[in-house]
């Protein structure tokens, strides 16, 4: 019996045997495990299955079957917490047998394997690979078939993209070659080639970055390596394209907000793809959350205040970001921003009201929405409320907060890294303010891609075999599984392939068989063994074949008559595996042994000579044993003796140092084949080395060492560092010692950088093994490399690592010292070369300013040039301007994507307004001139509006609202000395001065309205009220004069009394009834029109609400009401002068009214379902008990 083990180290465990754990289809096969495990389990241990609980059934993966909840096997599991979902047999105290219940999969339980009886050779066979027959050691050096070992990325393209990739490596033998394919929309395959829209070199697909086209390019592509054993084709790659187009130029209206309270400025982002992050800017600065404890920035992209203060009134604007998701590469380095129009926040009021904590309907929220399983998930809570607020969070259902979660931005965001299934629950965030406290909940749930709990591994299997392949994989919702063979797909064939979901079984290998004669070229038997008097002597029989061959065994030339036992009897036996085993070995039973192996192929023996005298001799074992990193090795050791007169113990050395089985787990003594030895479990590169077992006696003492080699990927390179004087603005030489290959050649070097400026690590070379190579033999185990591409007159840091034929990278070395990169002229030119706007008569050039980064030298000048744009005429002339970086003429503003520099350039004539100019910016520092921007065209800044609106008129909305209207307006620029932006109307009321009798106008509201209208609403104003009302054109230069004024009224006012005595019953499958008692208007109140029944989910904001309308009626019928649900209903009249005041909150299901009693009951936002409370159930039945 092995250890226990977690559900994917069990899978792993028998998966190496060959087999899986155990499926369970029948009553009958859970009658036989069962009864086993009572026989064999006396501690009544859990033990692992197959079976893992996925939307309400039972997947088998070791065979692919599915059972259904309906199952009597099953009917002891409960269809609850979706974490516990891994199917184990448990015993029961009270049934006296094992039953299969559930559990999660972290915990170590025992497992059962399960193997085919046409497999079970796969048992005691040893573990083949492509050596297998030959006399290479190196399964690197032996002919295969492809193997990817850098698999292709998602990239999303954008307008920037230069020259952006997709590349697959692949090993093989001989060297794969490689084709692209990508899927139509159609669904069949497209062979590509290298043309004027891709190049195709090796593996690495580069698309052609001024030919990009979405409608051609974005799609799923594919990576075929093949050589002459067949081909593997890669995961899909996704190629999409990014998008983000501009904000509207319409501004958002102001947003008025009282002292203290809270409020939030909502970001409304123009339409993009795939992705965004968000930033704000609150006039000319960022806005730094961590700096203010009432502000919050969130990942969905509103700026929220949880309380205004007055030094927020301002202009705010929001900063959008084009981003790839999670697991995807943006392929540029400067993805597309875009900056909204200005959002002005109004703050009213002088005093503070005291406003109670209260969490916002919008939070806690998860991001991303979706959460998969390994990302890095965030929810946050934010609350409106007067400070000091306090955030805590709790996990529902006496569950911890996982141990990795971390807290950010005051408490109000919980961090939760590599989510696992066990970290599903319900999150509860409180927060305390000065007077009360709150609290709101979220159901994390989290869905997780296929992945698999082990790879396929290369099988060198018998012609005639049965074979069994099993795709173990774990997704949320589950997988589908599809099977491949040299790159197409697979399907079943009667009497030859069976496909069932996650299993494969070839039921006779034919294509691709492997036929081998017996030889013992790799284990031969030694010339002599020597064996002890009454001792124990087993004769390994290790040949290489296929099939496997028939094993006989003959001595002095006579064949023995052997039969097959466990190695437990006396005398001469022979194992299952055969070995041959003698047991009290006697002086008779020395001479001469021969092994003969003999298939269909072909034969072979190999013999050594058996000397038998008194005392203890070691069985010679291999120089060295060759292990994968993360696998077992089995290093055998065993001695003859004489049982009977000596006591014996194997003491086993690691390095000359006493081995401590407590300390280092994964060693651990046992036995493989009839034979003594240690098991290396999940080697790791630390267990690479010399190891020694010793037999020691009371008497004596005899040994055998052997060498381990852990091959994996590559070691740490050591000490990087540069050659000495091999520095030029653009490229240092690195030399390096070479990195340990760990029984794989080194192919490929890489070696990032970083800058003190930036301290993000980023590839700068990927180079073979040879293109590092240096001459002469003192060389020999250095690697040295130039590396270009470098930004002058920057601090470098560099470090390396290498890879070879797996697939992980391997250890990266150690950084460099600070690399000072000598200066040159700059190689960058400004980008974002744009303007425009501005105060009268200038013309206003901005540009994205070289970073410090970039600059390439000190005393860094840009040269801004400018001229009249007719018509594509480039033979004017430009002028320009040079403006050092500390001229008080360039005006520096910091924004998300970099420093922006602007100048602003007067303009001879006012006549110049709103024309054309073509404009561009170049860079130089102490070195030289660098390039130039690409030209760019831009609008000199606008004029004051001469035209004005006329003919103003409109009418009456309700009573606190008016419709203005004025005929529509030319937008040429004579008229509007530029463009029209919008248009502010002014509403003024008439005062009369009693004693004068002089008219005098008073502002009462003034409302600024963006973009091209003929008429818009005012609201806010007082019912029954005469009003005189202005219109006035405004562009980016300022406003018109204004129109005439015009008189218009609001009308009466809306109902003042509100509905009484609401009553809600059932009425159908998807409505209630509800009647109330109506109102009445009075002298200033508009005539009643009739009622709204506003109706909404009980949780969700009323802003959400439906309304359903009857006319003077006070009875309505509402449908559309769902079964499992509260609802929240506030009934209203209403007139011309708008709706009237709402009665009091009722609630009410399907079923009707539910009564509820505030100061002993809650409504929770985040449920779904209706639940009595247990002090409102005990209230009714003692209500039943006395009035009965």
């Known amino acids: 019996m092995h250890p226990q083990r977690t559900y994917e180290e069990a899978v792993k465990t028998c998966e190496g045997y060959g087999a899986a754990l155990v499926s369970?289809?029948?009553?009958?096969?859970?009658?036989?495990?069962?009864?086993?495990?009572?026989?064999?389990?006396?501690?009544?241990?859990?033990?692992?299955?197959?079976?893992?609980?996925?939307?309400?059934?039972?997947?088998?993966?070791?065979?692919?079957?599915?059972?259904?909840?309906?199952?009597?096997?099953?009917?002891?599991?409960?269809?609850?917490?979706?974490?516990?979902?891994?199917?184990?047999?448990?015993?029961s105290e009270n049934l006296f047998t094992y039953l299969l219940t559930k559990s999660g999969g972290d915990e170590r339980f025992s497992f059962i394997c399960e193997i085919k009886k046409t497999e079970l050779n796969r048992i005691v066979q040893d573990e083949r690979d492509f050596t297998y027959g030959s006399n290479i050691t190196d399964p690197l050096k032996v002919e295969r078939g492809p193997r990817f070992t850098v698999l292709p990325s998602n990239i999303v393209l954008t307008t920037r993209s230069y020259l952006p990739s997709i590349e697959c490596i692949a090993t093989g033998n001989p060297q794969p070659k490689y084709q692209w394919q990508r899927k139509r929309p159609t669904m069949d395959v497209e062979i590509l080639t290298s043309n004027n829209a891709?190049?195709?070199?090796?593996?690495?697909?580069?698309?052609?970055?001024?030919?990009?086209?979405?409608?051609?390019?974005?799609?799923?592509y594919y990576c075929v390596a093949s050589n002459k054993f067949g081909s593997v084709r890669s995961e899909p790659s996704r190629v999409s394209f990014g998008r983000l187009a501009q904000f509207p130029v319409v501004a958002p209206g102001p947003v008025n907000v009282a002292l203290y309270q809270g409020t939030y400025l909502q970001c409304n982002p123009p339409s993009y793809k795939p992705n965004l992050k968000y930033q704000w800017m609150k006039e000319n600065s960022f806005l730094l959350p961590v700096l203010n404890k009432h502000f919050f920035v969130s990942i969905g992209g509103n700026l929220y205040f949880s309380e205004v203060?007055?030094?927020?009134?301002?202009?705010?604007?929001?900063?959008?970001?084009?981003?790839?998701?999670?697991?995807?590469?943006?392929?540029?380095?400067?993805?597309?921003?875009?900056?909204?129009?200005?959002?002005?926040?109004?703050?009213?009021?002088?005093?503070?009201?005291?406003?109670?904590?209260?969490?916002?309907?919008?939070?806690?929220?998860v991001f991303p929405r979706t959460p998969l399983l390994g990302m890095d998930v965030v929810i946050e809570c934010l609350a409106y409320g007067r400070s000091p607020l306090d955030y805590s969070w709790i996990r529902e259902g006496n569950k911890d907060i996982p141990k990795k979660a971390y807290t950010e931005d005051y408490n109000r965001v919980l961090v939760i890294p590599n989510i696992q299934f066990g970290d599903e629950g319900t999150?509860?965030?409180?927060?305390?303010?000065?007077?009360?406290?709150?609290?709101?909940?979220?159901?994390?749930?989290?869905?997780?891609?296929?992945?698999?709990?082990?790879?396929?591994?290369?099988?060198?299997?018998?012609?005639?075999?049965?074979?069994?392949?099993?795709?173990?994989?774990?997704?949320?919702?589950?997988?589908?599984?599809?099977?491949?063979?040299?790159?197409?797909?697979?399907?079943?064939?009667?009497?030859?392939?069976?496909?069932?979901?996650?299993?494969?079984?070839?039921?006779?290998?034919?294509?691709?068989?492997?036929?081998?004669?017996?030889?013992?070229?790799?284990?031969?038997?030694?010339?002599?063994?020597?064996?002890?008097?009454?001792?124990?002597?087993?004769?390994?029989?290790?040949?290489?074949?296929?099939?496997?061959?028939?094993?006989?065994?003959?001595?002095?030339?006579?064949?023995?008559?052997?039969?097959?036992?466990?190695?437990?009897?006396?005398g001469v036996q022979m194992l299952l595996n055969g070995y041959l085993k003698i047991v009290g070995?006697?002086?008779?039973?020395?001479?001469?042994?021969?092994?003969?192996?003999?298939?269909?192929?072909?034969?072979?023996?190999?013999?050594?000579?058996?000397?038998?005298?008194?005392?203890?001799?070691?069985?010679?074992?291999?120089?060295?044993?060759?292990?994968?990193?993360?696998?077992?090795?089995?290093?055998?050791?065993?001695?003859?003796?004489?049982?009977?007169?000596?006591?014996?113990?194997?003491?086993?050395?690691?390095?000359?140092?006493?081995?401590?089985?407590?300390?280092?787990?994964?060693?651990?003594?046992?036995?493989?084949?009839?034979?003594?030895?240690?098991?290396?479990?999940?080697?790791?590169?630390?267990?690479?080395?010399?190891y020694e077992c010793i037999a020691q006696t009371t008497i004596?003492?005899?040994?055998?060492?052997?060498?381990?080699?852990v091959r994996g990927p590559p070691g740490m390179p050591g000490f990087v560092y540069r050659v000495k004087g091999s520095e030029t603005p653009h490229s240092v030489t690195l030399k390096w010692t070479r990195a340990p290959d760990h029984g794989s050649q080194v192919q490929f070097y890489y070696i990032e950088a970083q800058t003190i400026l930036n301290t993000t690590w980023r590839l700068m070379s990927k180079v073979s093994e040879m293109q590092t190579l240096l001459p002469g033999p003192n060389e020999a185990d250095k690697r040295q490399f130039i590396v270009s591409g470098l930004i002058p007159y920057n601090n470098y840091?560099?470090?390396?690592?290498?890879?070879?034929?797996?697939?992980?990278?391997?250890?990266?070395?150690?950084?460099?010292?600070?690399?000072?990169?000598?200066?040159?002229?700059?190689?960058?030119?400004?980008?974002?070369?744009?303007?425009?706007?501005?105060?009268?008569?200038?013309?206003?050039?901005?540009?994205?300013?070289?970073?410090?980064?970039?600059?390439?030298?000190?005393?860094?000048?840009?040269?801004?040039?400018?001229?009249?744009?007719?018509?594509?005429?480039?033979?004017?002339?430009?002028?320009?301007?040079?403006?050092?970086?500390?001229?008080?003429?360039?005006?520096?503003?910091?924004?998300?994507?970099g420093t922006y520099g602007t100048y602003t350039v007067p303009l001879p004539s006012d006549d110049l307004y709103y024309l054309p100019f073509d404009v561009m910016v170049g860079v130089g520092n102490a070195f030289g001139r660098g390039p130039n921007s690409s030209i760019e065209t831009i609008y000199s800044s606008e004029g004051i509006p001469l035209a004005r609106p006329v003919n103003v008129n409109g009418y009456e909305i309700n009573s606190t609202a008016l419709w203005v209207t004025w005929d529509p307006m030319d937008n040429t620029r004579e008229k509007a000395k530029g463009v029209i932006k919008g248009y502010r109307i002014t509403i003024n009321i008439e005062i009369v001065d009693d004693d004068?009798?002089?008219?005098?106008?008073?502002?009462?509201?003034?409302?600024?309205?963006?973009?091209?209208?003929?008429?818009?609403?005012?609201?806010?104003?007082?019912?029954?009220?005469?009003?005189?009302?202005?219109?006035?054109?405004?562009?980016?230069?300022?406003?018109?004069?204004?129109?005439?004024?015009?008189?218009?009224?609001?009308?009466?006012?809306?109902?003042?009394?509100?509905?009484?005595?609401?009553?809600?019953?059932?009425?159908?499958?998807?409505?209630?009834?509800?009647?109330?008692?109506?109102?009445?208007?009075?002298?200033?109140?508009?005539?009643?029109?009739?009622?709204?029944?506003?109706?909404?989910?009980q949780g969700d904001n009323i802003r959400t609400a439906n309304d359903t309308i009857t006319g003077k009626e006070t009875q309505g019928v509402i449908y559309g009401i769902q079964r499992g649900y509260v609802y929240s209903l506030r009934v209203l009249g209403f007139s011309k002068g708008g709706d009237g005041k709402m009665s009091p909150t009722k609630y009410f299901t399907l079923g009707g009214l539910v009564p509820v009693d505030r100061t002993i009951s809650e409504i929770r936002a985040a449920g779904t379902e209706v639940r009595a409370s247990l002090l409102i159930v005990c209230v009714c039945i003692l209500y039943s008990c006395v009035f009965s």
Request: proline residues 6%; hydrophobic residues 35%; charged residues 20%.
């Open 24 to 91: 369970v289809n029948t009553l009958e096969e859970n009658n036989f495990i069962t009864q086993r495990l009572k026989d064999i389990d006396f501690i009544r241990s859990l033990w692992y299955t197959s079976g893992t609980l996925q939307d309400g059934s039972v997947r088998w993966n070791g065979d692919g079957t599915l059972s259904t909840a309906g199952s009597v096997l099953l009917s002891n599991i409960a269809h609850t917490d979706p974490n516990i979902r891994f199917i184990v047999y448990r015993y």
């Open 198 to 220: 891709y190049t195709i070199s090796n593996g690495k697909l580069t698309f052609d970055s001024t030919r990009l086209n979405e409608t051609r390019d974005a799609g799923e």
């Open 309 to 365: 203060q007055s030094s927020d009134a301002a202009i705010y604007h929001c900063i959008v970001t084009l981003a790839a998701l999670p697991g995807d590469t943006m392929a540029t380095d400067q993805p597309p921003t875009e900056t909204s129009m200005g959002m002005p926040l109004r703050v009213a009021g002088e005093s503070a009201s005291n406003y109670p904590a209260q969490i916002h309907t919008d939070f806690p929220a």
């Open 427 to 570: 999150y509860t965030c409180n927060v305390k303010g000065r007077s009360n406290t709150d609290q709101k909940s979220l159901l994390l749930t989290i869905d997780a891609k296929p992945y698999f709990l082990y790879p396929l591994r290369d099988l060198v299997v018998d012609e005639e075999s049965h074979v069994t392949l099993r795709c173990d994989a774990l997704g949320k919702p589950r997988p589908t599984f599809s099977w491949y063979k040299n790159s197409q797909p697979l399907v079943p064939v009667p009497g030859e392939i069976e496909i069932v979901s996650n299993v494969l079984t070839i039921l006779r290998t034919q294509v691709g068989k492997h036929a081998l004669r017996p030889t013992f070229i790799k284990y031969p038997l030694p010339t002599t063994l020597l064996a002890a008097e009454s001792g124990n002597l087993t004769i390994p029989c290790q040949p290489e074949a296929a099939p496997a061959p028939e094993i006989t065994w003959v001595k002095n030339g006579a064949q023995m008559s052997l039969s097959f036992t466990n190695g437990n009897q006396n």
């Open 585 to 690: 070995v006697s002086l008779g039973d020395g001479g001469f042994y021969t092994c003969h192996a003999k298939n269909i192929h072909g034969d072979a023996q190999t013999t050594t000579n058996v000397i038998v005298s008194k005392g203890v001799y070691m069985a010679p074992i291999p120089r060295e044993y060759n292990v994968d990193r993360n696998g077992t090795v089995f290093i055998q050791c065993q001695a003859s003796y004489d049982a009977s007169n000596l006591d014996l113990v194997y003491v086993w050395k690691f390095n000359g140092e006493l081995i401590d089985f407590g300390r280092d787990t994964l060693l651990r003594k046992g036995a493989s084949g009839g034979l003594n030895g240690l098991f290396i479990n999940y080697a790791d590169y630390f267990h690479a080395g010399l």
């Open 700 to 709: 004596t003492q005899t040994s055998v060492a052997t060498n381990v080699i």
């Open 797 to 897: 840091r560099f470090r390396v690592y290498a890879s070879n034929a797996y697939l992980d990278p391997g250890e990266i070395s150690r950084p460099t010292e600070e690399i000072h990169i000598p200066g040159a002229k700059p190689i960058m030119a400004p980008t974002n070369v744009g303007g425009g706007g501005g105060s009268v008569g200038v013309l206003t050039i901005t540009w994205r300013m070289l970073s410090k980064e970039l600059q390439s030298g000190p005393n860094v000048k840009y040269y801004v040039y400018w001229r009249r744009s007719r018509n594509g005429e480039t033979n004017l002339e430009f002028q320009s301007k040079t403006l050092l970086e500390s001229n008080k003429l360039l005006i520096q503003t910091n924004r998300t994507d």
């Open 996 to 1097: 004068t009798n002089e008219i005098s106008f008073k502002k009462v509201v003034t409302s600024y309205y963006h973009g091209q209208m003929s008429g818009n609403q005012v609201i806010g104003l007082e019912p029954n009220t005469d009003y005189w009302v202005t219109v006035e054109m405004f562009n980016s230069a300022g406003l018109s004069n204004p129109s005439e004024r015009q008189r218009l009224s609001t009308c009466l006012g809306a109902p003042i009394l509100y509905p009484e005595f609401v009553t809600i019953s059932s009425h159908g499958p998807d409505s209630v009834y509800v009647e109330w008692r109506g109102v009445s208007t009075g002298l200033y109140e508009e005539t009643l029109w009739g009622y709204k029944m506003r109706y909404w989910l």
